[in-house]
């Protein structure tokens, strides 16, 4: 069988919109074929997303237990069920929110940090749940340097033949002088 490569994926806040986003484009079982997948999150929020999206279930599940390992498996939850979400009001930032995505980003670096996935994919991140939780970064570009102990690092983005670099990060518009 031909190498394929084993990528973390971050759920990101569990109230956002990353269960959903993560979801939809791992239905595609051509993206499902190109390497093998590790989701770092909550299982019942991707199950949520996926009825609602009226797919099928196409992973396998394990219950996260404080040891980062490698799986058999094509796609795999690594299911942070403490951080439950479902039967809550919860649609907007909070303490609990930023707590699970810091998890989620903090052990997929861990497992990249060993060896244990090839790449770290990252869904989005509220960034008021983060300042709730007491995380001081501005988003996961530098929460990923910091862990990582890189001293330059930036924001990029790569689609089709296209690779872009930001020249500002996590700087509104507005303050830039911009009208």
Not at 8 to 13: C, E, H, L, N, Q
Not at 19 to 45: F, Q, T
Not at 71 to 92: E, F, K, N
Request: one cysteine or more.
């Amino acid at each position: 069988m031909d190498y394929r490569p084993t990528i973390a994926i971050t759920m990101g806040d569990p109230a956002g919109i990353g269960a959903e986003v993560i979801v939809k484009a791992l239905a595609d079982p051509v993206l499902r074929h190109k390497a093998r997948y590790i989701i770092y999150g909550l299982n019942e929020m991707l199950h949520y997303a996926a009825d609602l999206a009226e797919f099928d279930v196409f992973w396998w599940r394990d219950q996260y237990n404080g040891r980062l390992r490698s799986y058999p498996h094509d796609v795999v939850v690594v299911d942070y069920d403490q951080y439950s979400m479902l039967g809550s009001a919860i649609r907007s930032p909070s303490k609990m929110g930023g707590e699970a995505s810091m998890r989620f980003c903090t052990d997929a670096i861990d497992a990249a940090k060993k060896n244990l996935v090839d790449a770290v994919v990252t869904a989005p991140i509220a960034k008021e749940s983060w300042k709730l939780a007491r995380y001081h970064f501005p988003g996961h570009t530098e929460l990923f340097a910091q862990r990582t102990g890189a001293r330059r690092f930036a924001m990029m983005f790569a689609g089709g033949p296209l690779k872009v670099v930001l020249a500002t990060v996590h700087i509104p518009l507005m303050a830039c002088g911009g009208g």
